[in-house]
């Protein structure tokens, strides 16, 4: 019988869903999976009110609540990651015709700490000369920590306004994953996307990190070994999915796109661990100060639980 059982909030992605079924299990603790869909949503819970005892987390969240002190610990199982370049859309009667041409322009998101806005505006800035501050950044949601204050050029949508329906009406010029748009005006602004992505990890070396796991600092303080073992389990279940990728003959489209990441990142598409991702965490760490996310950089060990 396992010493602890914890209240976990993630995604059944190809290589926790090992953790969620069972086929990973450890003698010490025993995941109780709480269904959250969508994932944001369990973000949220956790930074305003320690709902869960472990939570999958998008890490720009993770670092605004840790400048806001709030008592949760990541551990470095990077549960999910992908290039946004893909994910920039502007509508072609605003008179766009490059990234350059978002500069005084009004670009809509769901919020200011959205980590895929974030790395998209790092992007902008660092490949296409496009800073931050020279956008108008509307925001269509509310930010997941609530003392968050974004900076002077962000501002709310109006009450009750639909991001793709302002998006296509022209009150915004562009937007960062505005969802499914019916609508020949809107394109992605970064031509031939795919290879745009593997451009910028072949230069960069920067393989965008979206979401990783943190455990309630309370229970670590009560367990300190909770963290190995969970670390221990993902990698784990990790390790069986890389292994299914290699050998199954039915890939779903999500198995799919990871298993083509294998031929630009190498043969472990989801590297865990800091010093394996020490470059992509220092430039998402650059963007979140230069992007107003957070006062000043953190060190990644020191907000990483050691494992």
Same mark, same amino acid.
Not at 123 to 150: F, M, Q
Not at 183 to 207: C, H, R, V, W
């Given at each position: 019988?396992?010493?602890?059982?914890?209240?976990?909030?993630?995604?059944?992605? $190809?290589?926790?869903?090992?953790?969620?079924?069972?086929?990973? /299990?450890?003698?010490?603790?025993?995941?109780? /999976?709480?269904?959250?869909?969508?994932?944001?949503?369990?973000?949220?819970?956790?930074?305003?009110?320690?709902?869960?005892?472990? *939570?999958?987390?998008?890490?720009?969240?993770?670092?605004?609540?840790?400048?806001?002190?709030?008592?949760?610990?990541?551990?470095?199982? %990077?549960?999910?990651?992908?290039?946004?370049?893909?994910?920039?859309?502007?509508?072609?009667?605003?008179?766009?015709?490059?990234?350059?041409?978002?500069? $005084?322009?009004?670009? $809509?998101?769901?919020?200011?700490? %959205?980590?895929?806005?974030? @790395?998209?505006?790092?992007?902008?800035?660092?490949?296409?000369?496009?800073?931050?501050?020279?956008?108008?950044?509307?925001?269509?949601?509310?930010?997941?920590?609530?003392?968050?204050?974004?900076?002077?050029?962000?501002?709310?949508?109006?009450?009750?306004?639909? =991001?793709?329906?302002?998006?296509?009406?022209?009150?915004?010029?562009?937007?960062?994953?505005?969802?499914?748009?019916?609508?020949?005006?809107?394109?992605?602004?970064?031509?031939?996307?795919?290879?745009?992505?593997?451009?910028?990890?072949?230069?960069?070396?920067?393989?965008?990190?979206?979401?990783?796991?943190?455990?309630?600092?309370?229970?670590?303080?009560?367990?300190? @070994?909770?963290?190995?073992?969970?670390?221990?389990?993902?990698? *784990?279940?990790?390790?069986?999915?890389?292994?299914?990728?290699?050998?199954?003959?039915?890939?779903?489209?999500?198995?799919?796109?990871?298993?083509? =990441?294998?031929?630009?990142?190498?043969?472990?598409?989801?590297?865990?661990?800091?010093? *394996?991702?020490?470059?992509?965490?220092?430039?998402? =760490?650059? %963007?979140?100060?230069?992007?107003?996310?957070?006062?000043?950089?953190?060190?990644?060990?020191?907000?990483?639980?050691?494992?």
């Amino acid at each position: 019988m396992p010493d602890l059982s914890l209240r976990t909030a993630m995604v059944s992605y $190809g290589h926790t869903k090992p953790l969620i079924d069972g086929t990973v /299990h450890s003698d010490r603790i025993n995941l109780v /999976h709480v269904p959250v869909s969508p994932i944001p949503t369990a973000f949220r819970r956790m930074v305003r009110g320690l709902e869960y005892d472990v *939570s999958e987390m998008a890490m720009s969240t993770y670092l605004c609540a840790l400048a806001h002190h709030k008592q949760i610990t990541a551990f470095p199982a %990077f549960v999910l990651r992908r290039f946004e370049h893909d994910e920039i859309y502007y509508n072609t009667k605003s008179g766009i015709e490059s990234p350059a041409d978002l500069i $005084g322009r009004k670009v $809509g998101l769901r919020s200011y700490t %959205f980590t895929p806005g974030v @790395w998209a505006r790092g992007i902008l800035h660092d490949a296409y000369g496009v800073n931050s501050r020279d956008v108008t950044w509307v925001l269509y949601g509310d930010e997941h920590v609530s003392e968050y204050k974004a900076p002077d050029n962000v501002i709310p949508a109006l009450p009750d306004s639909d =991001m793709v329906a302002d998006l296509l009406s022209g009150k915004i010029d562009a937007a960062i994953r505005p969802g499914k748009v019916n609508s020949s005006d809107i394109k992605p602004l970064i031509p031939n996307a795919d290879e745009a992505a593997q451009d910028y990890f072949l230069q960069t070396g920067i393989y965008p990190i979206s979401h990783a796991m943190v455990v309630k600092n309370e229970l670590l303080k009560r367990h300190p @070994w909770i963290a190995d073992e969970l670390y221990s389990m993902f990698k *784990s279940g990790k390790e069986r999915y890389l292994k299914y990728l290699d050998t199954a003959n039915d890939l779903d489209s999500e198995d799919q796109a990871i298993s083509r =990441m294998k031929q630009i990142i190498g043969p472990d598409p989801l590297p865990y661990g800091i010093e *394996s991702n020490r470059k992509s965490l220092q430039a998402f =760490m650059d %963007f979140n100060v230069q992007q107003g996310i957070i006062p000043e950089p953190f060190k990644w060990e020191d907000i990483f639980t050691p494992v």
